[in-house]
C-alpha cells in the first residue's frame, strides 16, 4: 500500500527481479482506512489497471501467463465464485462494507506505535523522577488494591516514580505514598522500603526501550497478554526472546 501523486491510495502487485513473469500470482485485498483503529473505515470501490477485478467480495491484483491464471481463478471457484475482470478507469460495483474482524482490531491495538518511540525517551538515574509506560500499550503503571500494580492511560492518573540507586540497581518509589515496587511475587506489589533483593530492579537496555529486571527473581515486568485496556495487570516473566513487547517499557523525566 502506498500513496500516490494525487493523494489516492495504490495497493500493487509487481515482480520487481524481472523473472517468471508468466507464473501466476494472485493477491487478494479487503482493505479498511482510517486515522486511527477505532475509526477504519472499509474500502468499498476502487479503480486500476493491470489484471484486477473482484473475486468472493475483495479485489484482486494478478499477474502471470493467461491460461495459467485462468486455471488458477477455476481452482477457486468453489470457494470464492468467479472472477469478475475489470479494466483501467473502470470502476465496478461496490464490494460489502464489512467490519474489521475483532482479531484483527486487537492484534492492531497491541501493535507497538511508531509515534510512542519517537517521544522523548530518558535513561534512569539516581533521584530521578519518571513516568514509566508500555511500549505496547503506552500506558503507565499505578497500584491498585492490596499494592497491585495494574496499567492506566496516564492522562486518567499522572503517577510518578523515583528511582534511587542502591549499587548497580535501582528502587522505584512512588512519590505519593512513598512505597516501593517489590517482585517477590508472581504480580509485583507497593510495600513498605526493606531493601531486599525483590525490590531492587536493573534497567536493561532492549532497543529504544528498556527490560525492567528483579535482581531478587531474575524476572521482568510484563504487561499481561499485551492487552490495552485499562486495569490490565502487570505481572512477573521470565524474559522473553527475542523481545516482546509487552515486557518492555519507556522512561520520561518529570518534574515531580
Known sequence: MRRDGRGGLNSFLENFSGKDKEVPKLA????????????????????????????????????????????????????????????????????????????????????????????????????????????CSRKGFVIGRAGKVFQLTLSKSRVVWKLNQVGDHYQIINTANGLVLDGSGDQPTARRSNRAAAQLWSFVKAGDAYHIKCKGTGRVLDLSGGAIEDGTPIVMWDLKEPPSTNQLWMLTKVSN
Do not use: C
Not at 472499509?42 to 489484471?51: F, Q, R, V, Y
Not at 491484483?61 to 472472477?83: I, Q, S, T
Not at 482479531?103 to 530521578?128: F, I, S, T, Y
Open 28 to 135: 487478494l485485498y479487503r482493505l479498511w482506512l482510517g486515522k486511527s483503529v477505532d475509526e477504519m473505515k472499509p474500502l468499498t470501490k476502487s479503480g486500476g489497471d493491470g489484471i484486477w477485478g473482484q473475486l468472493g467480495d475483495s479485489y484482486f491484483l494478478a499477474e502471470g501467463m493467461e491460461r495459467r491464471l485462468d486455471a488458477v481463478f477455476r481452482g477457486l471457484e468453489k470457494k470464492y465464485g468467479k472472477r469478475i475482470f475489470a479494466h483501467e478507469g473502470q470502476k465496478l460495483e461496490p464490494i460489502t462494507a464489512t467490519t474489521i474482524p475483532a482479531d484483527v482490531v486487537k492484534a492492531l491495538k497491541n501493535l507497538p506505535r511508531a509515534e510512542a518511540l519517537q517521544l522523548r525517551l530518558d535513561e534512569p538515574r539516581d533521584d530521578g523522577t519518571f513516568s514509566i509506560r508500555s511500549v
